[in-house]
């Protein structure tokens, strides 16, 4: 039997460009971007897979979400993570860790981004994880 | 264990837990249709029991899920289920599963923003499945590899027959699979790595 058949496309042209990210991003060289040092300045851009770690000094009167959410990243955890332990949807996640973060309660470990092609160095270094699995 | 009370929500267990060295994450998403084997395949490789978000479907969701006239609103709720993979110390691996179908696809806008790229899993069975999900990569730009889970049933095709009617280019690798088993689901990602190690050489050569 003949399987059906596809027509392969192309990339499309792309929408506007999102509003260009400060400093650190722009640097091809770096391998990690480790984002946030203080609360207040982040923008919220919170992706899947940005890494939570709650600050040392645990706030005085947190909300019932923020608590838990506060015992979860005592070790860092990624915003997925967070969601599935919580059991909120990524959405409300982002709109639960935005005030965190704008109140200092947590920093974020921003992920790293594919560029136009992914940093080499950093496919090497998966490579060589996936090959100790 | 203590009962700590009503509030108390489950977290990652003790050995779940990323070490604080843990500083960015990377993260590949597998795509598929309906019972191809994604959560198989992340399940297989992941260090820890794969966990699940939910999104819900609102806005987003008008005009592309058909609600077939009726005009009730209801919310949708979606699962994407995702392992984790620890790369170094540093760096940790995420695999996001997510449907291919088109009414899912309000899920892919955080998804594949800066995603290293995707494996598009297939059922030779239902092959025409993934056409939609193949071409919506394509114009988003999120390079690929394309893994054919083997279901016993299903018919083999040569991987020159599957090309020619998937119409892939040449280098877009075609690797068969057996997503239960955590070797052959390696073998998948590794495929996808170095696919996308070249295209990072062409692009700028060492």
């Known amino acids: 039997?003949?399987?059906?058949?596809?027509?392969?496309?192309?990339?499309?042209?792309?929408?506007?460009?999102?509003?260009?990210q400060t400093g650190k991003q722009k640097n091809p060289e770096r391998l990690f971007v480790v984002a946030g040092p203080d609360g207040g300045e982040r923008d919220g851009d919170l992706d899947l897979v940005t890494l939570i770690v709650a600050r040392a000094d645990p706030p005085p009167s947190p909300t019932p979400e923020q608590s838990a959410l506060l015992?979860?990243?005592?070790?860092?955890?990624?915003?997925?993570?967070?969601?599935?332990?919580?059991?909120?949807?990524?959405?409300?996640?982002?709109?639960?860790?935005t005030d965190m973060l704008t109140a200092g309660l947590v920093t974020a470990r921003n992920p790293i981004v594919r560029q136009t092609v992914a940093d080499r160095s950093i496919l090497e270094a998966v490579m060589h994880g996936l090959q100790r699995l | 264990m203590d009962f700590k009370g009503s509030d108390t929500v489950p977290g990652p267990r003790t050995e779940d837990q990323l070490p604080h060295t843990a500083e960015a994450a990377v993260k590949i998403v597998i795509v598929g249709g309906f019972g191809v084997g994604k959560t198989t395949m992340v399940g297989s490789v992941s260090e820890i029991r794969p966990l699940t978000t939910e999104e819900t479907m609102t806005q987003a969701g008008i005009g592309v899920d058909d609600n077939f006239g009726s005009d009730t609103k209801t919310a949708t709720t979606v699962a994407m289920d995702f392992g984790r993979i620890s790369i170094t110390e540093q760096l940790v691996l995420y695999l996001f599963g997510t449907p291919g179908q088109e009414r899912f696809w309000f899920l892919w806008n955080g998804l594949f923003d800066g995603a290293l790229g995707a494996v598009v899993l297939i059922d030779t069975r239902r092959l025409e499945v993934s056409f939609d999900v193949m071409g919506r990569l394509e114009e988003r730009g999120v390079p690929f590899v394309v893994a054919v889970n083997t279901f016993p049933d299903a018919p083999r095709y040569p991987v020159d027959e599957l090309r020619t009617a998937l119409d892939l280019p040449e280098e877009i690798p075609i690797i068969e699979c057996d997503v239960r088993r955590r070797a052959s689901s390696r073998d998948v990602l590794m495929t996808l790595l170095q696919f996308l190690h070249a295209l990072a050489m062409a692009k700028a050569p060492a």
């Open chain 1, 71 to 97: 015992r979860l990243c005592t070790a860092p955890l990624s915003v997925a993570e967070l969601s599935a332990y919580l059991n909120l949807p990524f959405s409300m996640m982002t709109v639960l860790l």
């Open chain 1, 1 to 20: 039997m003949t399987p059906p058949k596809r027509q392969r496309r192309r990339p499309k042209e792309k929408p506007a460009p999102p509003p260009p």
